[in-house]
């Protein structure tokens, strides 16, 4: 099993910027990818970024504003957030997505939250 520990998050006016860090930690197999989502109430899950070894993915709301970027080594990733808009303010969750044999496994952190408000 692996387990996801998210920090960072918080309150930051518009303009502002914010980190988010995840670690992975137990017993981790080969992974595929690391990202991030988010969500509002009454909506569904949104990607945010994602790194894979083959590159980085962001989603269009976010491009030149967020950067995501993945330790292999420590298992982490991290999303730096800058320029901070309201319509930003939603729960942050961080995922992993693992080969474990020959079956794909995700799993998902207990999710922080980011507001953005003046």
């Known amino acids: 099993q692996v387990q996801l520990v998210e920090s960072g998050g918080g309150s930051v006016q518009p303009g502002g910027s914010l980190g988010l860090s995840c670690s992975a930690a137990?017993?981790?197999?080969?992974?595929?990818?690391m990202g991030w989502f988010r969500q509002v109430p009454g909506k569904q899950r949104e990607l945010v970024a994602s790194?894979?070894?083959?590159?980085?993915n962001y989603a269009d709301s976010v491009k030149g504003r967020f950067t995501i970027s993945r330790d292999n080594a420590k298992n982490t990733v991290s999303l730096q957030m800058n320029n901070l808009k309201p319509e930003d303010t939603a729960v942050y969750y961080c995922?992993?997505?693992?080969?474990?044999?020959?079956?794909?496994?995700?799993?998902w952190g207990q999710g922080t939250q980011v507001t953005v408000s003046s």
């Open positions: 995922k992993l997505v693992e080969l474990r044999g020959t079956k794909v496994q995700t799993y």
């Open positions: 137990g017993s981790i197999f080969s992974i595929l990818v």
């Open positions: 790194a894979t070894s083959d590159g980085t």
